[in-house]
């Protein structure tokens, strides 16, 4: 599960100086049969339950999370940035009150969260009063009502982390340090509102609820999917030691405590190509895991997307992590399927233009030759290896 983090105070001065930035946006969506582009939800104002969320392919068709990177080449410094994104950093505090540094190298395999430190979606339900606690609220200041059923709470233990979708518009909020009150409000602490036909991800500097700046439901593993065995989108992964003070588009800031030469977060990787899927083992005794015949499906789909989308880096945790959609997926996998896997086991598409957070002096936002993450037109490498 993700590791907790504490991380607004110097970052919102920092943004301060740097000022707002608008987040991008531009029409187009691609969504299988149905090219709408809108989320269509039918709610009974009287009903105080949600309504299931429309699984379609959030953000246009030039989102970097549903551009395929299958024939992408690989960054010269793929191995070396997947060696030190193992290393978690930590502090340790002696009798006396001195600490030092700790580096703890993880070997885990790959885990996907499907209850803890994983994104509720909700859509429908009453109008709820949504109240900010801080002075600083994002795109929280001119959103007060939104509806949201009384049904799935924000879960304070785990950041908050809460997504609502607007079931008037094509726009979701995700909340941030969120929990319900006693008079059934819901507070948080930060609120940034996302287009659902844009590009997925904010101008360098912008805050969001993830430490990355970008959207919590991007990147899930949704039911739907799962059950169709076809995922068509990248996934969300954190890693135990994401770079600090340094992120590549799409990426637009980084909670990241690991090396500067590290993964940065907005990276994407890709599973090799020659990887075959280990069976997970228990962690504690190294005995195999037997999967059922619906896991193993299930686990072959997640492969075959991380093949073909690869995942983008979106925060820091204890182990390698993808994410699941909360509380409606866990009944389906359990979360140790793709155990077999460690990060030697993907690859560094080539980094965007690295930025600095906070900001450094006079520094500005780089027009970027080509959109975030590498160009579908890219030649693959041979075999999976580093050029």
């Given at each position: 599960?993700?590791?907790?983090?504490?991380?607004?105070?110097?970052?919102?001065a920092?943004?301060?100086?740097?000022?707002?930035?608008?987040?991008a946006?531009?029409?187009?969506s691609?969504?299988?049969?149905d090219?709408?582009?809108?989320?269509?939800?039918?709610?009974?104002?009287?009903?105080?339950?949600?309504?299931?969320?429309?699984?379609?392919?959030?953000?246009?068709?030039?989102?970097?999370?549903?551009?395929?990177?299958?024939?992408?080449?690989?960054?010269?410094?793929?191995?070396?940035?997947?060696?030190f994104?193992?290393?978690?950093?930590g502090?340790?505090?002696?009798?006396?009150?001195?600490?030092?540094?700790?580096?703890?190298?993880?070997?885990?395999?790959?885990?996907?969260?499907?209850?803890?430190?994983?994104?509720?979606?909700?859509?429908?339900?009453?109008?709820?009063?949504?109240?900010?606690?801080?002075?600083?609220?994002?795109?929280?200041?001119?959103?007060?009502?939104?509806?949201?059923?009384?049904?799935?709470?924000?879960?304070?233990?785990?950041?908050?982390w809460?997504?609502?979708?607007?079931t008037?518009?094509?726009?979701?909020?995700?909340?941030?340090?969120?929990?319900?009150?006693?008079?059934?409000?819901?507070?948080?602490?930060?609120?940034?509102?996302?287009?659902?036909n844009?590009?997925?991800?904010?101008?360098?500097?912008?805050?969001?609820?993830?430490?990355?700046?970008?959207?919590?439901?991007?990147?899930?593993?949704?039911?739907?999917?799962?059950?169709?065995?076809?995922?068509?989108?990248?996934?969300?992964?954190?890693?135990?030691?994401?770079a600090?003070g340094i992120?590549?588009?799409p990426?637009?800031?980084?909670?990241?405590?690991g090396?500067?030469?590290?993964?940065?977060?907005?990276?994407?990787?890709?599973?090799?190509?020659?990887?075959?899927?280990?069976?997970?083992r228990?962690?504690?005794?190294?005995?195999?895991?037997?999967?059922?015949?619906q896991?193993?499906?299930?686990?072959?789909?997640?492969?075959a997307?991380l093949?073909?989308?690869?995942?983008?880096?979106?925060?820091?945790?204890?182990?390698?992590t993808?994410?699941?959609?909360?509380?409606?997926?866990?009944?389906?996998?359990?979360?140790?399927?793709?155990?077999?896997?460690t990060?030697?086991?993907?690859?560094?598409?080539?980094?965007g233009?690295?930025?600095?957070?906070?900001?450094?002096?006079?520094?500005?936002v780089?027009?970027?030759?080509?959109?975030p993450?590498?160009?579908?037109?890219?030649?693959?490498?041979?075999?999976?290896?580093?050029q």
């Amino acid at each position: 599960m993700s590791a907790p983090r504490i991380r607004r105070t110097h970052r919102l001065a920092a943004l301060a100086a740097v000022g707002s930035v608008l987040l991008a946006g531009c029409a187009g969506s691609d969504s299988g049969n149905d090219r709408s582009g809108e989320v269509v939800v039918t709610v009974d104002p009287t009903q105080t339950g949600g309504v299931v969320v429309p699984e379609r392919r959030f953000f246009n068709d030039g989102s970097p999370w549903n551009r395929r990177i299958d024939t992408s080449r690989v960054d010269p410094r793929s191995n070396q940035m997947i060696q030190f994104a193992h290393e978690r950093v930590g502090v340790i505090e002696r009798p006396g009150g001195t600490s030092f540094i700790s580096r703890n190298f993880v070997e885990d395999g790959l885990y996907i969260n499907t209850v803890r430190w994983t994104v509720p979606v909700v859509a429908g339900g009453r109008p709820t009063s949504l109240v900010c606690r801080q002075l600083v609220c994002g795109d929280g200041a001119d959103t007060t009502v939104l509806n949201i059923p009384d049904d799935v709470d924000p879960d304070p233990r785990y950041d908050g982390w809460y997504t609502v979708f607007d079931t008037t518009a094509s726009v979701a909020y995700d909340l941030w340090r969120a929990r319900r009150e006693a008079d059934d409000t819901i507070s948080y602490n930060y609120m940034r509102k996302w287009d659902l036909n844009g590009p997925g991800y904010s101008e360098p500097w912008t805050e969001g609820a993830r430490g990355s700046g970008l959207p919590l439901f991007a990147g899930l593993i949704r039911p739907g999917e799962l059950e169709s065995g076809e995922i068509q989108h990248a996934l969300a992964i954190s890693v135990p030691g994401p770079a600090t003070g340094i992120f590549v588009q799409p990426a637009s800031s980084t909670d990241g405590n690991g090396r500067t030469r590290s993964l940065p977060e907005g990276a994407r990787i890709r599973l090799r190509r020659d990887v075959v899927l280990p069976p997970p083992r228990d962690p504690r005794t190294g005995k195999i895991i037997k999967l059922t015949k619906q896991q193993q499906r299930l686990a072959d789909a997640i492969v075959a997307c991380l093949r073909t989308y690869g995942a983008i880096v979106v925060d820091r945790a204890a182990v390698p992590t993808l994410y699941a959609q909360r509380d409606v997926t866990n009944g389906l996998i359990r979360g140790n399927e793709l155990q077999g896997l460690t990060l030697d086991d993907f690859e560094v598409l080539p980094l965007g233009h690295p930025y600095h957070y906070p900001p450094e002096e006079d520094e500005t936002v780089v027009e970027p030759s080509e959109s975030p993450n590498a160009s579908p037109s890219s030649s693959p490498t041979e075999g999976g290896a580093v050029q």
